[in-house]
């Protein structure tokens, strides 16, 4: 053996010791990630969304657009007014309606003055001829004038009624001419402009978004459905590659009824597969960053019994 052998021996157990360290920390670092890598028992594909979805809004009635209330992004309450149509033919119908009103109440307070009068003079006539002092014919015509007027005063009543009626009618198609916000929410769009002219029939004028907490609704493969059930544990992974850490929720209820899905890409896949919503809730409240029609990965967690099957 040469001295040149002599020398290279205790570099080459070296390299075979460094060889041997690598292999068994690779094989570590193998092992470590297999026991952290958890255990699922089923994965879908799922956008976020909040119950009953956004609100679309039509104008009430047929008009004109006179004025727009709010833009697209602003928050908006209960009851607020968006926009309101050209009012002018509603005020007249409710100025009509006050007039019809007031007549009936004139006419009926006007009989009720004659209806006095002449029940009084029917009870004198009746107690003149009671006494003799005069006809029966006298009292009888008196009292058949009073109920005349009674009758009268009773349809000026009714008239009155029937007005006040109109008159609430004619406030209402009033209202109408303004549409309003039904829920606190945001304003995502707005397809209108003043001097437009719309109808219900023309199609939503505002897209609403409702403040209500938000939902994951996932499209569950037919194979997994018997995998998932209500209450299970499971996480919310962002789709687009974004990085967000998992958000973690829960089943809060599965569909009943099968149909095509509706998030997947491919034609072919999509044509021969069989889906079931399934409708999660998150645990804690998810950030403001995630918004309506963003889409998911939903994770559904193995049960410990399960994850070592």
């Known amino acids: 053996m040469t ?16 060889l041997a360290a690598c292999s068994h920390s690779d094989a570590d670092k193998a092992k470590a990630q297999a026991a952290a890598t958890p255990a699922y028992a089923a994965v879908a594909r799922g956008r976020i969304d909040i119950e009953g979805g956004l ?49 009936a109440q004139a006419q009926a ?49 009714a008239a009155e009624a029937m007005g006040a009626q109109k008159l609430d009618a004619a406030h209402y198609e009033l209202a109408q001419r303004s549409l309003v916000a039904p829920v606190d929410g945001q304003v995502v769009e707005r397809s209108i402009q003043p001097g437009a002219a719309v109808s219900p029939q023309s199609g939503a004028v505002f897209v609403l978004l409702p403040e209500k907490s938000r939902i994951v609704r996932a499209e569950l493969n037919e194979s997994f459905v018997t995998s998932v059930h209500e209450g299970m544990a499971a996480q919310v992974v ?37 889906t079931v919503e399934c409708v999660l809730a998150f645990d804690q409240p998810p950030p403001a ?21």
């Open 109 to 157: 307070k006007l009989l009720e003055i004659r209806l006095k009068a002449a029940q009084q003079r029917a009870g004198r006539l009746a107690a003149a001829a009671a006494a003799g002092a005069a006809d029966g014919q006298s009292a009888d015509d008196a009292r058949d004038a009073a109920q005349q007027l009674q009758g009268e005063l009773d349809n000026a009543h």
């Open 55 to 103: 609100l679309k809004l039509s104008m009430p009635r047929d008009g004109v657009v006179a004025e727009i209330k709010v833009h697209e992004g602003d928050h908006v309450t209960k009851g607020q007014v968006l926009a309101v149509l050209d009012t002018k033919p509603a005020q007249l119908a409710v100025h009509a309606a006050e007039a019809e009103q007031q007549q």
């Open 3 to 18: 001295l040149r052998t002599l020398l290279s021996l205790p570099a080459l157990a070296l390299a075979v010791a460094l």
């Open 289 to 309: 960053s995630l918004r309506i029609g963003q889409r998911v990965i939903v994770q559904f967690k193995a049960a410990d019994g399960a994850a070592g099957k």
């Open 238 to 274: 962002d789709d687009s590659g974004s990085g967000a850490p998992a958000l973690s929720a829960h089943v809060q209820r599965i569909g009943t009824v099968f149909g095509p899905s509706a998030l997947e890409e491919d034609p072919l896949i999509r044509a021969n597969s069989r």
